[in-house]
């Protein structure tokens, strides 16, 4: 299959190299310096450092030359989202395009996949999510991830093209709720880098994880999602590693901020995106909208934009009154 790739973070260029194992990828690259240092020195400046970037992979910076690609994902930070679909307008016409980003737009509160809709014709769309970190997947490690569309049928064909023995990709038809998993777990992942920065222990975070899980479920739901989306890979999985792992940004970020450091001195501080930092206002916003309770991301919220101690929101979540812990309010 003919794959392109827009993005060379370390999610882009992870997923190019585990692509080329099977398929034909070009990988389109904003910065033509940067694709003179990859070819030079067989990895990126910037992101995955020592992990080589095989020549297979073509390497582009203008837009057109993704125009006789079948599939092209779109790995961009949310932030970016719509300003790239201009530039790729024309040439992603008519074609299938699999988002890859995992962020809401303040300002319209739209899905990236909505986002796509708007500004592009496409003849198909669809979400990759799940417990992925790039850092893993690059190096060749096991990872199983979901593919939703609502065309099962292309979403099987895409399916085989990419899975290989290290990447093994399940399909379903829930776009929605697959999107709202990947975007609302690294809300609840700052949260969790929280317990870990004040050493709160294992029962805490063990029990953050899971009320964020019944956070997330609720949320999804109300949104459109599949109940039941929240339990796979795009949900619980994707939660799991985002919430524990020392490659976790947005896990990384709440610990950080626990320890004393300012959140935009965080976020300033990296190149990588911690989706989790601009997504939480959104979600709060949705949330309060359509009625939802979601105590934890509104502690987020309130430690990153409202400068409120940890501590403070530790007092609040464990204070708030007593109830049954499975009620059906979707």
Not at 9 to 14: I, P
Not at 32 to 52: A, F, H, T
Not at 157 to 178: A, H, L
């Amino acid at each position: 299959m003919r794959i392109g790739i827009i993005g060379a973070g370390s999610w882009g260029l992870a997923l190019s190299i585990v692509f080329s194992k099977n398929n034909d990828v070009k990988l389109w690259v904003r910065r033509r310096e940067v694709i003179d240092y990859i070819k030079k020195y067989g990895e990126s400046p910037d992101y995955l450092r020592g992990i080589k970037i095989p020549s297979v992979i073509t390497l582009v910076s203008d837009p057109q030359e993704l125009s006789d690609r079948d599939v092209v994902f779109v790995v961009v930070p949310s932030r970016y989202l719509r300003d790239t679909l201009k530039v790729f307008k024309n040439v992603l016409r008519g074609k299938i395009v699999i988002s890859c980003t995992k962020g809401l737009e303040f300002e319209t509160l739209k899905f990236p996949t909505e986002i796509i809709a708007d500004e592009v014709e496409v003849s198909d769309v669809g979400v990759l999510s799940g417990p992925s970190h790039a850092e893993e997947v690059a190096l060749g490690l096991p990872c199983a991830i979901t593919l939703a569309m609502n065309n099962l049928d292309l979403a099987r064909e895409i399916q085989f093209s990419i899975s290989s023995d290290s990447f093994r990709v399940y399909i379903w038809n829930d776009i929605r709720g697959v999107e709202i998993s990947g975007i609302t777990k690294n809300v609840i992942a700052i949260a969790a880098g929280v317990c870990d920065g004040l050493m709160l222990g294992d029962n805490a975070k063990a029990s953050l994880i899971t009320r964020g899980l019944h956070e997330i479920s609720r949320f999804g739901v109300k949104m459109g999602g599949k109940f039941e989306t929240f339990f796979g890979l795009s949900g619980v999985g994707d939660l799991i590693v985002t919430c524990t792992s020392k490659h976790s940004r947005n896990r990384g970020l709440g610990e950080r901020i626990a320890k004393g450091e300012r959140p935009e001195d965080v976020i300033n501080s990296s190149k990588m995106v911690a989706e989790g930092y601009y997504s939480a206002p959104a979600i709060k916003k949705m949330a309060e909208i359509r009625g939802i309770e979601m105590p934890i991301a509104s502690e987020v919220f309130s430690i990153l934009y409202e400068g409120k101690n940890p501590f403070e929101s530790l007092k609040s979540l464990m204070s708030r009154s007593l109830k049954i812990e499975f009620y059906q309010d979707f």
